[in-house]
């Protein structure tokens, strides 16, 4: 009984991993079955080495084992020059072959980078303008703007099938990452800055999107489900959205950033112009000043407020004293070297300021 138990539980555990959909490896976007060939790929040549390096490990140890008396004895023997050249020519090309991989992959698959297909043989057709998504990372949920459409959704997204998505991240608070597996690769969001993704899914279906960079407490739930639809499904969809009376403008925006766990999927009829520019300048709230304002130095002036260092030119600076700059001629110039003066060329003399007491320093 025992015996058979044994040979019973590896084929059940078989037939259970035979029902698992293995979504990374079989993806329902061109981007990610790219990543998920490379993958393979990288597995494969990585495996020419190791594969043989397991099989010869255990012939070696069978062949030349104690109770062997037949196998060649060698004690001196030290050197083969076949030998060398097959354990390093063999590594060799695998890594060069992984290198030309790798930096082909690297540039094809640049995330910033638009599609130059849709599908294997299937290029972009000419004139298509992809569909722009602007993707906020919120504490802890997920916020979805259609500038195109003039709509917004939270933890809903939803995508036309084969037609290339242009997604432009960011995050309002902390460090994220958007992952849609069945799509393409991971991305990361950061607040005050924008990232962007290009990817496309080739065939209608349900898909699971999610947070993969931990971000606090609700990060577990930071999931939201990714819907692809064939034309005419996703203008119908963009129809019912647009119908709702629910707008999207900086106010309840700033309601919405709020922290909150579990979020039910919310859809925004309207979008205020400009506002996902604004979350990336992180000003969405009128008192606080764009960041774009102090990076690039051009806020306007304010009546009855001085301009600062960076608002000035060059020569409006001026300069200031150094407390810690040598005053004076240093000690020992025109000295001898072997002159008592010159036995410590780091001697700094502090310049007396009042109240202060006067400390010798050699």
Not at 3 to 27: E, H, Q
Not at 166 to 189: C, D, E, K, Q, W
Request: charged share 20%; net charge neutral; hydrophobic share 45%.
């Amino acid at each position: 009984m025992t015996r058979l138990l044994k040979m019973t539980v590896p084929l059940a555990a078989l037939a259970l991993l035979g029902g698992c959909d293995l979504v990374v490896m079989n993806p329902a976007g061109d981007v990610a079955r790219q990543q998920a060939d490379l993958i393979l790929w990288s597995t494969f040549l990585m495996l020419l080495i190791i594969v043989p390096v397991m099989a010869l490990t255990v012939m070696f140890a069978w062949k030349y084992r104690a109770a062997n008396e037949e196998a060649e004895y060698k004690p001196r023997w030290d050197h083969s020059t076949g030998l060398e050249l097959v354990i390093w020519s063999a590594p060799l090309l695998i890594v060069i072959a992984l290198g030309a991989l790798t930096w082909v992959a690297t540039h094809t698959l640049d995330p910033y980078r638009p599609l130059s297909r849709l599908a294997p043989g299937k290029v972009v057709p000419a004139g298509q303008r992809p569909l722009e998504i602007q993707v906020v990372s919120l504490d802890w949920k997920w916020l979805f703007i259609y500038p195109e459409q003039g709509i917004a959704t939270v933890n809903e997204l939803v995508l036309p099938v084969d037609r290339q998505v242009s997604f432009r991240l960011t995050s309002s608070s902390v460090m994220n990452t958007f992952y849609v597996p069945a799509m393409a690769g991971m991305i990361y969001t950061m607040p005050g800055m924008e990232t962007k993704l290009h990817a496309v899914l080739n065939r209608p279906g349900r898909f699971e999107g999610m947070s993969a960079n931990y971000s606090g407490r609700g990060f577990s739930e930071m999931h939201f489900p990714t819907l692809a639809m064939d034309g005419t499904g996703f203008d119908r969809w963009v129809a019912m959205v647009k119908g709702g009376r629910q707008p999207l403008a900086a106010a309840q925006y700033l309601k919405l950033e709020q922290p909150s766990e579990k979020v039910p999927p919310m859809r925004f009829a309207g979008v205020e112009p400009g506002l996902f520019e604004r979350i990336v300048m992180m000003c969405v709230d009128p008192r606080r000043p764009c960041m774009q304002h102090g990076a690039t130095n051009d806020r306007p002036a304010e009546p009855g407020r001085p301009e600062g260092a960076l608002q000035k030119e060059p020569g409006e600076k001026g300069s200031s004293p150094h407390l810690s700059a040598p005053q004076g001629q240093p000690a020992g110039k025109g000295a001898p070297a072997d002159d008592q003066s010159n036995r410590n060329m780091t001697r700094l003399d502090l310049p007396v300021l009042p109240g202060m007491a006067v400390t010798a320093r050699s």
